[in-house]
């Protein structure tokens, strides 16, 4: 492994097992148009990168098993499926069914972020996959190649390959990589049981008009903010069109977004479908007390703090 670097250089096959690690997202800005034709709504948005890190290591199959692709978890947990349904397997079988290569791959997955949490994990294991594959089998698609592949997987998928923040258009799958200064820290409130995201966009449709209307490009107010590195004036800006409908479906979470911010965050939101509640503090000191606040909430399962934004799917060994 390169120390905090790009995938070393691989010759085709050559590696037995090859990890990667993916972060999981907070949207700074989710504006959300009407339902589509196509089942998807129009999104406009500012996806950040957050250093909570899934792992995916992608080992050769035993000769017997070639060809299959298997996928277990480093600690199981009855609502992540293994089969074919996980989306990872199905990054693999697209990466494969690509590039017309016959081989297999037994995928060791590392959760970190929250499940069913509007955090992406699930797309961030994806596209972990993707690039762990890619070099496993030295199928060498470039990075561009990766994204089409992700897009196809999800609308969540591209952006944990690029990382860092970047606006999102279309299905929020259209990434344009936005320059940011500083770094930023939160504190995650998870919720015992996830939302689907599916449910949540469908209880919006279903939500009386909201006051404000959708936008097709981010506030400049708010990519001035995050040019100029200033967090308050960033939470300032900060909006979720899917919030009303998130709290429609679990209304507890009004309290766990006032708990955070009576405890000092400079703003509480949900975190994309939710039900994460994601809390931007202006420091280290208001992040441990905020959490402490927090882990007392009936509706709080667990905090996690961490920085952004970071970096996209990377090999770490
Ligand atoms: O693309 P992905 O499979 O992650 O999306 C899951 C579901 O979320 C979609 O089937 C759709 O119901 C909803 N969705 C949406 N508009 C988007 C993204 C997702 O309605 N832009």
Known sequence: AVPGGQAPPQRSGSAT???????????????VGAL???????????????????????????????GAVTLSLEEP???????????????ALVLAEATGVEEG????????????????????????????????WGTELDQA???????????????????????????????????????????????????STPAVFARFDQMPRAVAPAATEVPAELTNALRSGDPAAVAAHLRNDLAPAALSLRPGLAEVIDVAESAGALRAI??????????????????????RALEDCEHVAG??????PV???????
């Open 17 to 31: 097992s090859v990890r990667v690690e993916a972060p999981g997202k907070v949207n700074l800005f989710l504006s």
């Open 36 to 66: 589509g034709a196509d089942g998807y709504h129009p999104l406009t948005t500012v996806f950040q990168a957050v250093r909570v890190v899934e792992t995916v290591t992608a080992r050769r199959q035993a000769l017997d098993a070639r």
């Open 77 to 91: 947990d009855a609502s992540v499926p293994t089969d074919a349904s996980n989306l990872a397997v199905r990054a």
């Open 105 to 136: 791959v037994d995928l060791l997955v590392r959760k970190r972020v929250p499940v069913a949490g509007g955090m992406a994990g699930g797309s961030a294991d994806a596209a972990a996959t993707l690039l762990a594959c890619n070099v496993l």
């Open 145 to 195: 190649e990766l994204v089409e592949l992700a897009s196809r997987l999800g609308a969540d998928v591209p952006f944990p390959l690029l990382g860092s923040t970047a606006v999102g258009h279309g299905r929020g799958d259209r990434l344009t990589p936005l320059m940011t200064r500083g770094t930023y820290h939160w504190v995650f409130a998870l919720a015992h049981t996830g939302l």
């Open 270 to 291: 949900v975190s994309g479908s939710g039900p994460t509640v994601a809390a931007l503090v202006p420091d280290g000191a208001t992040a441990a007390r905020v959490s």
């Open 303 to 308: 905090t996690l703090r961490a920085d952004a």
């Open 311 to 317: 970096a996209g799917a990377r090999v770490v060994g």
